[in-house]
């Protein structure tokens, strides 16, 4: 294992709460990444806890195979799977530079309104989880982070066609999502219009049911 693995290793297990791990069960972390080829590191800390890290480059999946997938189905009329969803969201880090990654991010945006969806949530959880690699990917405060949250929020807008109570509860249920993809609280509230109070409580509600 070569320095920056270290380094990055002993990052992963400082976000590791060692008291629960009470079985010394092994521990797997994974990286997905555009510039590492696929493996898997393995590292040992004293007999009982061993750390494997899976690095996955996300190229691997194929990039023209998932999208001309997606807008096969599309042209088909026919509902994408959530392993499909997930891989087709994880297209926008694929072109790994900063431009292609823009450029992706809002072609999957547009793409939102033509895919065909099992159920309402299994969209508003694949708009989430471009909004959290957006987050992953780009600076908090960078311009275009924000322009794409913008977009992509406004999607989720789009999907909530309800009276003013349902709305709410709508907007409620995309809160519940977007917190469960590890978005802050903050940012719901932002990008949701509900009170960051009620974000926090949400927060509470997400974290006590995994």
């Known amino acids: 294992m070569g320095i920056p693995s ?4 002993h990052a992963y297990v400082a976000l590791y709460d060692f008291e629960k791990n009470d079985e010394n069960l092994d521990i797997c972390f994974c990286v997905i990444t555009t510039k590492e080829k696929s493996k898997v590191i ?3 800390i004293g007999d ?3 750390f494997r890290i899976r690095i996955f480059n996300i190229r691997d999946l194929g990039f023209e195979q998932i999208l001309n997938n997606a807008y096969d189905k599309i042209e088909k009329q026919e509902a994408l799977s959530l392993e499909e969803l997930v891989k087709l969201a994880l297209t926008s880090l694929m072109p790994g530079t ?3 990654n823009i450029d992706q991010f809002y072609e999957l945006s547009d793409m939102v309104d033509l895919i065909v969806f099992d159920c309402e949530d299994d969209k508003i959880s694949f708009v989430g989880l471009l909004l959290l690699l957006s987050e992953i990917y780009f600076d908090t405060n960078d311009p275009i982070c924000k322009k794409i949250r913008g977009v992509l929020m406004n999607r989720v807008d789009s999907i909530v066609e309800f009276g003013k109570e349902k709305y709410t509860e709508g907007l409620i249920e995309a809160a519940r999502n977007f917190l469960s993809f590890g978005l802050s609280a903050e940012i719901v509230s932002e990008n949701t219009a509900l009170p ?3 974000v926090k409580e949400l927060q509470k509600e997400v974290k006590a049911s995994k």
């Open 6 to 9: 270290r380094k990055r290793f």
């Open 42 to 44: 393995e590292h040992k």
């Open 48 to 50: 009982a806890d061993n």
């Open 98 to 100: 900063r431009e292609g």
């Open 196 to 198: 960051l109070k009620k």
